[in-house]
């Protein structure tokens, strides 16, 4: 992961008042790697499978699960409610 996204990580965690743990990094690298391999966003069975983070644990630690996800890594997302919200 590169340090621009190390950042972004770090400054979406203060925003929300979210404490990064362990945990919350193995979701974020694994995130970040299977886009750059496949150039799209992993899946919950995908985190589950290799990260042992189920969906319910993913949104439990991140404020709006998945999306959360997503978005502090970089991965566009599309939404209904918000449209796509773009790399910061």
Known sequence: ????????IHTMARR???VLTPEHLRVLDFA????AAKG????FRNIAK???VDKARLEAIFPNGLESVYFWVGIPVQSLQS????YV
């Open 1 to 8: 992961m590169d340090n621009l996204t190390r950042t972004i």
């Open 16 to 18: 929300t008042g979210t």
């Open 32 to 35: 970040h790697e299977w886009y």
């Open 40 to 43: 799209v966003g992993p899946l």
């Open 50 to 52: 290799f990260t042992g």
């Open 83 to 86: 449209g796509c919200k773009p």
